[in-house]
Nanobody
């Protein structure tokens, strides 16, 4: 059974930093893309960052220059380092994994999802 488990969410002040993690079990995503999405209340789930099978990263314009996606293939874990956080970054953050090589920005590109971790940025 494939599981993605996020951790590291929490409450942080604006301008602060936070790193969320996603631990995968049941299969390896070393050759497939993984990504982070987020969903704020009353908003649709949106793409945040993705990392391809060759570790090429891609970011939403709203987080470019502030967030960094990475992964540890040995530990089968993905990370999202978030710096200079803003109140508009407040959302539930979900990790996703799939079989495709490229990190697509639409949620339909991913077969596996975590349960989400809450990130709240206070002003």
């Amino acid at each position: 059974q494939v599981q993605l488990v996020e951790s590291g969410g929490g409450l942080v002040q604006a301008g602060g930093s936070l790193t969320v993690s996603c631990a995968a079990s049941g299969r390896t995503f070393s050759s497939g893309a993984m990504a982070w999405f987020r969903q704020a209340p009353r908003k649709e789930r949106e793409f945040v960052a993705g990392i391809s099978g060759s570790d090429m990263s891609t970011y939403a314009d709203s987080v470019k220059g502030r967030f960094t996606i990475s992964r540890d293939r040995v530990k089968n874990t993905m990370f999202l380092q978030m710096n200079n956080l803003k109140p508009e970054d407040t959302a539930v953050y979900y990790c996703a994994g799939g079989s495709k090589w490229l990190a697509g920005t639409h949620f339909t590109n991913y077969n596996y999802w975590g349960q989400g971790t809450q990130v709240t940025v206070s002003s």
